[in-house]
Structures are given as C-alpha cells and as structure tokens.
DNA sequence: AAACAATTGTTGTTACAACAACAAAAGTAA
DNA sequence: TTACTTTTGTTGTTGTAACAACAATTGTTT
C-alpha cells in the first residue's frame, strides 16, 4: 500500500464491484425464477427462517441494518403477503415479527438459489483463501469498530 | 461450505458488515473534518483527479456504476460546484465532465482522509493476506463474469 | 444515400441506506 | 411515586442503486 491508487483500489476492493456483482446476479437469479424478493428482504428472512416471531430489533442486530431500514422493509415486507407485525404482549414497544405461509414455503427455493449463487461465485478457490478473507475482513471489522 | 448458515455467512462476508462498516467509518471521517462528500462522489472525484474531462460513460467503466447513476451523481456534485459538464464538441452525444476550482482543492484533504482510513482499517494484517483477498476477489468477480 | 444498429445520456420508478428527530413504553434512581 | 434514562419503533429527508424506456447522435451496412 504504497501509492494513492492503491488506496483507491483496496476502497474498489473493499466495496466495489465484487460485492456489486454478486448482489447484481443473485438478484438476476432470484428474477429468473420467479422470486421477487430484493437481496435486502432475503437477508431479513433469512434470519427469521433461523428464529421465527423475533423483535425488529433483533432483526436489525443480525442483519447490520438500523432500526429506520428495518422499519421499511417490514412495511414492504408485509404489503407483499411474507411477514406480519404483532404487538409483544410483554413489552408494548417491541413488535414480533411471523413468517406468513408464503414466507415459510419459499424457504427452499430461495436457499437453493443462494447456494448455488455462491458456489458459483467461488468455484476455484480453495477453502484456505477463503477463510483467509474470512480473517482479513474480521480483523478489518475489529480495527474499525474499536473506534 | 456444508450448511445454509454458512452460504449466509459467505454472503454476508461479501456484501455484509465490513464493507458497511468501511464506509461509515469514512463517512465519518469525511464530516468530521469538514468535507461533504459521499463516498460515492468521492469515487467519482478519483477518477477525475487522474483523468480531468472525460466522458460519462468513463466515470461509469471506471467507478462501476452504470449510466444513470453516473448521470444523477453528476448533477448533484454540479449543484455543489465540484465539478462542470461541457458538452464534447466531438462527438454530440457526449459531455465531458471538468473538475472545479474546489474540486481540484480538496483532493489532497480527502486523500489523506481516505489513507487514513485505510490505514486504520488493514492494521496488522499482513500483506501476503491482502494480496490473498484480492486474488480470491478478482476470481471471484471473473466467476461472475462469464455468466 | 438510406436503413438499421450501437452508443451516450436522460428521465421515471421502486427500493434501500443513513442520519436526525420524535413518541411511546419500560427501566432505574431519587 | 416521581423524575430521569434507555429502549423500541416510526417518520422525514436526502442520496444512491437498479432497471426500463426513451431521445439524440453516431457508426455501419447495403
């Protein structure tokens, strides 16, 4: 890391076009098959799929969203027939957020498109690279967050 | 790579917390030192401050965004009086984008700010691992690709 | 030259991120 | 209990991404 432009490529590296292009055909993927769910309202479901009838908030932690993201894609989530809101009878702030049928049945089929999406995505690389980058990015994650 | 948990974890690792993380960090260096910029404008300026007066389309290619967002970005760091569009005399359909007076300025300010970041993001990780994340990214991005 | 195709930039639309400000409820301390 | 603090979710605003559709211009083919 020497010059301007290397900077300017580990930025590229670090939020640039392999991230984009991953979204990009996974989104393509998910369109070619009939689902209609944006990456964002995946990664939601995905959590409740581990833990049905959580908390917004608890959906905000898992999925590095905050509360204001949260709230709009419940909103949108729930206007598309695959989550309802209901109130926590023990603590009136919190909602608890249910999986529809709908949000239930589609578990497979969009899992089944997400694996293969990443398989995809890393044919050819050996597991030690990838838990290299695994490392590296926790580490990136620490040093940044101290702050 | 065995169970769904971790194709969400290799999802996340890509698209997830550590690239969110850079960029509020640099967002925050950014304000806190007086410079308003997104960092989206910024990969914007960088180009420009290596290439002064190009096209549209070049500012897409280089920043990996496609033409509409590069058309919306530039109206707005017009507005801010970072840069200029003076249509190309060459060639009708084109607008070659100049950098203003105060987009020339700040570069050095906002280099070091984004050095700084850098720097303070890949602490103590070796460069041989860097150099790994970069490899496994730009096979990663090539898998992608061919699709 | 004329017809067709490709390129460049714009506009419209929907969805999300980030941040600030806020209200309601719950927790805590006096 | 009352007052203060924290937590949870919502709304407002600005900025960007992705995609489709389009106009103007340029390039290509015949």
Request: one cysteine or more.
């Amino acid at each position: 890391m020497q010059s301007i432009l290397e900077y300017q490529d580990f930025y590229n590296l670090l939020t640039g076009r392999t991230p984009q292009a991953f979204n990009r055909v996974l989104n393509k993927n998910f369109r070619q098959n009939g689902v209609e769910l944006t990456k964002e309202q995946w990664s939601i479901l995905a959590v409740l799929w581990e833990n049905d009838g959580c908390s917004q908030q608890y959906l905000a932690d898992k999925s590095f969203r905050d509360r204001p993201s949260v709230t709009r894609l419940i909103d949108n989530m729930e206007k598309d027939g695959l989550v309802d809101r209901k109130p926590d009878v023990n603590d009136r702030r919190s909602n608890l957020i249910f999986l529809t049928k709908k949000g239930k049945q589609i578990q497979e089929k969009v899992m089944n498109l997400v694996n293969a999406t990443v398989e995809e995505s890393i044919k050819g690389i050996s597991v030690e690279n990838i838990v290299t980058v695994k490392e590296v990015f926790h580490k990136i994650y620490q040093n940044l967050e101290v702050k």
